[in-house]
């Protein structure tokens, strides 16, 4: 039997569906972007609170990150954080429309989350938004004390294209030195611009949130020089070496144009000898996790994010 929405799901699809919205490729990218804080403000109404939040600037070269903190309670002083990297796409969303995802993240494990507000494309393109965030990541790390962290038990996590520039950002670090996270969190992530995959094929058609013509303009923003979308950093499904990495958490939506990114990095990943934890969300769409307003499943897996990162990070 074909793979179906469960109830909830197909809930949020005929609501987005008969909202009309045009998709993201057909607006200027400046445009596209605000727009993105504009629809996702219902998915993060009545957000949960948490016991602080600031927005801090890094002192980071050449451009100073922005970046949120996230506490919830019971937190305890120089206690493990997860950094967190936002999706969509290299382009749009912002540390505004993974406020919820955030803050849920952070109740969940009883951790801080630090959330980056990293350059985007295509004004930045690569590797601009993944210089951000090893440049993020190496400050945070410099100074956990601003934050209440304990700079020896850091992860990354991210969603989509967040995904895609946490793996990268590990792989960086490995490669560069100096920093190394304890873990990494990498939720139906985007590691290559190979949109002829079953995936794509079955879901990409734009009746299940993204389609194979947005990641066409994502990959189009991000990386215009198709030959350097063959670089590991860009493309961690091209990496040669992908041994020497923390232990890993990835998944994928089971209704998702990007579901087979995650199916063919997760036994490359295990042959590298990493540690991988890895599960398939039946039932659900691309950003999924973002909907906890409808879609119960949402929480469900930010919980069992939490777990593996907080395990991780004991």
Not at 245 to 264: F, G, N
Request: aromatic residues 8%.
């Amino acid at each position: 039997m074909a793979a179906q929405p469960t109830t909830e799901m197909a809930a949020i699809l005929k609501q987005v569906a008969e909202e009309g919205l045009p998709p993201w490729e057909n607006y200027p990218h400046a445009e596209a972007r605000r727009l993105s804080v504009e629809r996702n403000a219902y998915w993060n109404e009545g957000n949960p609170e948490v016991a602080r939040v600031e927005d801090f600037l890094l002192d980071t070269s050449p451009r100073r990150v922005p970046v949120r903190l996230y506490v919830p309670e019971g937190a305890g002083d120089n206690g493990p954080a997860i950094i967190y990297l936002h999706g969509g796409g290299w382009v749009i969303c912002s540390l505004d429309t993974h406020d919820g995802v955030c803050r849920r993240l952070a109740n969940a494990s009883g951790l801080r989350v630090i959330s980056v507000d990293y350059a985007m494309a295509p004004e930045h393109p690569f590797p601009a938004p993944l210089d951000d965030c090893v440049a993020a990541v190496r400050a945070i790390h410099a100074d956990a004390w601003r934050f209440g962290a304990d700079p020896d038990r850091l992860a990354v996590a991210g969603d989509s294209a967040g995904a895609n520039l946490a793996l990268a950002t590990l792989l960086r670090l490995r490669d560069e030195g100096g920093v190394k996270l304890r873990a990494g969190a990498l939720i139906y992530g985007v590691y290559a611009d190979d949109h002829t995959t079953q995936s794509h094929r079955e879901w990409g058609g734009g009746d299940y949130l993204l389609s194979t013509a947005t990641m066409d303009w994502f990959w189009d923003a991000y990386v215009p020089d198709r030959a350097r979308r063959r670089d590991p950093y860009a493309a961690p499904l091209h990496a040669q070496d992908l041994t020497h990495l923390p232990p890993l958490y990835l998944s994928a939506a089971e209704l998702d144009p990007l579901k087979d990114d995650t199916v063919q990095i997760v036994p490359k990943l295990q042959a590298g000898g990493v540690d991988v934890t890895y599960s398939l969300w039946e039932g659900v769409t691309h950003a999924c996790v973002m909907f906890s307003r409808m879609l119960p499943d949402a929480d469900r897996q930010i919980e069992e994010i939490a777990a593996f990162l907080k395990a991780k990070l004991a």
